[in-house]
């Protein structure tokens, strides 16, 4: 099986190309807008492009032939796609829907991951897959829009939400926020965290494992591939302290109200992986488990 994976010096896209790649049934491709960040870790090919280059991005279908796609580049931090539009619908809307189509002509499966962020936040369950998304800012209006191309265009194909991804960041990555915690913790430095929005927080790895069972083509739609914890996020804040056995004092729990953030976020958005246990027999790690590799 020839798997492409797009995106592959993020955080989720290095975890997926280094699992993939390591486990020797696959010929793994994988590309990003930069140079590989870890050259020569694995057994895999890297080409740098831009995935909105649609001629180039048809020359890597022709000449690679992927069996699967997996698609795990975005425009993802809501500031910046609030106040940069065009960019941030080139990168999740027209990139994906070309990527899609091509899909649809070479008869790949498109992998594609999407977010909570689709959610309005004010479910007072945990969101399933047949739940309406309503997002309250224009990141999540571009993933949304996303995932409508990929279910309109495709005939085979699997979209993955994933929430408030974790673990342990390589150099050129952007971190996270329990790797955060624990590092103004270890500094001794205050950190503020809201106490009113609510997450099922994700562990990388989980994440690799989770597409690796929807490579197949034998489950189409979306899948919710996530924690079973559902949590707010200074409740992480502690159980990171603990786990570590930092100083919680130096958390401080704040209204979502009192963060100033410029852009709206929902206030819950838990997602429900029932579906994801039944169809593809996925079982999250625990967070503490999760944790054990920011030691």
């Known amino acids: 099986m020839r798997i492409w994976v797009v995106g592959a010096n993020g955080f989720t896209g290095r975890r997926v190309l280094s699992c993939l790649s390591g486990t020797g049934k696959?010929?793994?491709?994988?590309?990003?807008?930069?140079?590989?960040?870890?050259?020569?870790s694995g057994d895999y090919r890297f080409v740098q492009m831009d995935i909105n280059n649609f001629p180039v991005v048809k020359d890597l279908f022709r000449t690679f032939t992927p069996d699967?796609?997996?698609?795990?580049?975005?425009?993802?931090?809501?500031?910046?796609?609030?106040?940069?539009h065009e960019e941030a619908y080139a990168t999740n809307v027209s990139a994906v829907e070309h990527l899609a189509e091509c899909c649809m002509r070479t008869g790949?499966?498109?992998?594609?991951?999407?977010?909570?962020?689709?959610?309005?936040?004010?479910a007072r369950e945990l969101y399933t897959e047949e739940d309406l998304p309503a997002p309250v800012n224009y990141y999540g209006q571009t993933k949304y829009l996303g995932e409508q191309a990929v279910a309109s265009i495709c005939d085979n194909y699997a979209i993955i939400r994933v929430v408030v991804v974790y673990g342990k960041a390589?150099?050129?990555?952007?971190?996270?926020?329990?790797?955060?915690?624990?590092?103004?913790?270890?500094?001794?430095?205050?950190?503020?965290?809201?106490?009113?929005?609510?997450?099922?927080p994700t562990w990388v790895g989980d994440i690799a494992r989770g597409v690796e069972l929807l490579l197949p083509a034998t489950r189409h739609g979306i899948y919710h591939i996530c924690g079973d914890e559902c949590l707010s996020i200074s409740e992480i804040a502690?159980?990171?302290?603990?786990?570590?056995?930092?100083?919680?004092?130096?958390?401080?729990?704040?209204?979502?109200?009192?963060?100033?953030?410029?852009?709206?976020?929902?206030r819950f958005s838990g997602l429900s992986i029932e579906k994801a246990r039944r169809d593809l027999g996925y079982s999250p790690s625990s967070l503490e488990k999760g944790l054990e590799e920011l030691r």
């Not at 796609?69 to 796609?81: E, F, G, H, Q, R």
């Not at 790949?108 to 004010?122: N, P």
């Open 26 to 40: 696959y010929e793994v491709m994988g590309c990003s807008l930069r140079p590989d960040i870890l050259p020569g």
């Open 68 to 84: 699967v796609v997996i698609n795990t580049s975005a425009l993802s931090v809501p500031d910046y796609c609030e106040t940069h």
């Open 108 to 122: 790949s499966r498109l992998l594609h991951f999407s977010t909570d962020f689709v959610f309005d936040g004010g």
């Open 170 to 200: 390589l150099p050129g990555q952007h971190g996270n926020i329990l790797q955060l915690v624990k590092t103004r913790l270890e500094n001794r430095q205050e950190i503020r965290v809201v106490s009113d929005q609510w997450r099922t």
């Open 238 to 266: 502690y159980r990171v302290a603990d786990y570590f056995h930092l100083d919680p004092s130096l958390i401080r729990p704040v209204a979502t109200e009192e963060m100033n953030e410029a852009t709206p976020r929902p």
